[in-house]
Nanobody, 125 residues
Framework: QVRLVESGGGLVQAGGSLRLSCAAS????????MGWFRQAPGKAREFVVA????????FVADSVRGRFTISRDNAKNTVYLQMNSLKAEDTAVYYC??????????????????WGQGTQVTVSS
């Protein structure tokens, strides 16, 4: 079992930055691929970024490439999402998720084993 708790969301002006954190509990965090997803009002949940268990490989959606960065600290059981140059269209609830292994196509489709409760990010234009 992995329990995930996101934090760091809030209101920010367009062009600003936020860093989200996802604290994980459970023995399998360090062996899990981690991802961030988001869901805007009236829209389907979408993949944002993912990172392999060892932090060596990251995968980024085209919509956030060059602006968002995922990282992890396995010693702290935490994964981060650094969001820069935020746009109004980045407004959404952001979810952290975990999956054993490193099946990136499944991760991109949102096929994850565990999900956090989400944190709201609102970007004002």
């Amino acid at each position: 079992q992995v329990r995930l708790v996101e934090s760091g969301g809030g209101l920010v002006q367009a062009g600003g930055s936020l860093r989200l954190s996802c604290a994980a509990s459970g023995r399998t965090f360090s062996s899990s691929a981690m991802g961030w997803f988001r869901q805007a009002p009236g829209k389907a949940r979408e993949f944002v970024v993912a990172i392999t268990w060892n932090g060596i490989l990251t995968f980024v959606a085209d919509s956030v490439r060059g602006r968002f960065t995922i990282s992890r600290d396995n010693a702290k059981n935490t994964v981060y999402l650094q969001m820069n140059s935020l746009k109004a269209e980045d407004t959404a609830v952001y979810y952290c998720a975990a999956r054993g292994g490193a099946d990136i196509p499944l991760i991109r489709r949102g096929d994850m084993d565990y999900w956090g409760q989400g944190t709201q990010v609102t970007v004002s234009s």
